[in-house]
Structure formats: C-alpha cells, structure tokens
C-alpha cells in the first residue's frame, strides 16, 4: 500500500517479492494508483480478495507507505479521503485472515505508535497497546516499524530502500541459491543497513518476535 508521495515505495516493494523472492505477480497485490487507495480499497482487498484467498499454510505480508496520524491516542492509517483506524485493520483485515504467519512492514513517521498507545477508559472503538499486544500474541505475528514510538520516519524513503536492499543483499550473497529469507534475518540487515547510512536515520523497531517467528518468506522454488 503506498500512500501520497510514497506510492513508488509500493512499487518497489512489490518488485522485490516478484523479483527477488519469486512471487507470483498475481500474489501481489499494490494497491497505490493516483495517491493511493482509500480506506474502502483496502478494506475490498482483505474481505473479497485475500480473506477468501489465503490458507492456514500460507505467509501474508503487509507493506504500507504513506503518513500516520494520532487522534485522541488513536494511531490511524492516512488513506485517501479518510483514516483507516488500525481496529479496522486489525479486526477487519489481519485477524480475518487464517494464517498465523503475518508479516507487518510500516513506513510512516511514528510508527512505532502502533502498539505503544495507551488510552485511558477508553470506548469500544478505539484499539491501544493492550489490544496490539493481544494481536500479536498469537505465535508467527511480527511487525517492522520504520520508527521508534514519538520519533520520526527516516526522509527519503530510507528506511524502504533499507528493506529492500537486505533483501537483495541476502538472496544474492548466497551463490549456492538455496538460503532462505526470514523477518527475523531481513530485519537484523535492515538494521545493520540503516546504521551504516551516513545520515545517521533513527533505527527501526521490532515486534512481536518469538520463536515461531522467523519462519521462510522466500525464495519461491520455482518449477
């Protein structure tokens, strides 16, 4: 998903899966026409495409780009025209889905928000920390943020190009073609990648790891 001026980040994103980790293109799902979709898109996607779609044996991988907004405690998803809540997301999209091998990537300033909001008496529609660790809990679940909760996302897409430069970089420094590629493995390159940038970007932040979850997301044998 990419989102305003980050709808490329989406493009690039997916090119990896395709291109490095041999997915199928009809596998991908880049939802970042114009200025990207709005949250009625997104919602169709999970509900009559993906839902329906994907088994318990399957991996899905979540990529998002674009900006995030807090209201009231309440981290939201910038769409276009309107907010995607991460409720929605969660309730609606991820949890609906019957694979417990989840993959979350979010490129947005305050990411690492997502799971660290607490509200107070808060009312039924409104997710916190104690509903995202809740979510989490279940074993396979794991989550990229491109920040540390209260910091700001990395300008210029680096904390993007980082994640998929240690793709890269995995698949093709393995001559003998048969190294796998794992979160727990892409995140600890993203890390290394991003403290070597000579602009000194804030690190990205980890969550959800237990020891389900540094299972295979490709390469893809490919008959």
């Known amino acids: 998903i990419g989102v305003d001026n980050c709808t490329n980040n989406a493009t690039l994103v997916s090119g990896a899966f395709i291109n490095e980790l041999n997915y199928s293109p009809n596998n991908v799902h880049i939802l970042n026409e ?31 780009s674009g900006q995030s907004c807090s209201v009231s405690e309440q981290f939201k998803f910038c769409t276009k025209g309107a907010y995607l809540s991460h409720k929605d997301f969660i309730t609606k999209c991820i949890n609906k889905v019957k694979t417990q091998r989840v993959v979350i990537v979010i490129d947005v300033c305050y990411s690492g928000d997502f799971n660290t909001s607490k509200s107070k008496d808060k009312p039924g529609r409104v997710v916190d920390a104690g509903d995202i660790t809740a979510f989490l809990k279940p ?85």
């Open 34 to 64: 114009g200025d990207g979709p709005t949250a009625d898109e997104v919602l169709d996607t999970f509900i009559n495409v993906l839902i329906p779609k994907i088994n318990e044996k399957d991996t899905l991988i979540v990529y998002y």
């Open 139 to 223: 074993s396979g679940k794991i989550c990229f943020f491109a920040s540390q909760a209260k910091e700001i996302a990395p300008g210029s897409s680096a904390f993007t190009h980082a994640f998929v430069k240690s793709i890269e970089k995995i698949v093709r420094d393995n001559e003998e073609g048969l190294l796998s590629v794992s979160p727990l493995e892409t995140f600890a390159k993203l890390t290394k990648i991003m403290k070597n940038d000579k602009d000194n970007p804030p690190l990205p932040r980890l969550c959800g790891v237990d020891e389900y979850t540094d299972f295979d997301i490709g390469p893809i044998a490919v008959d």
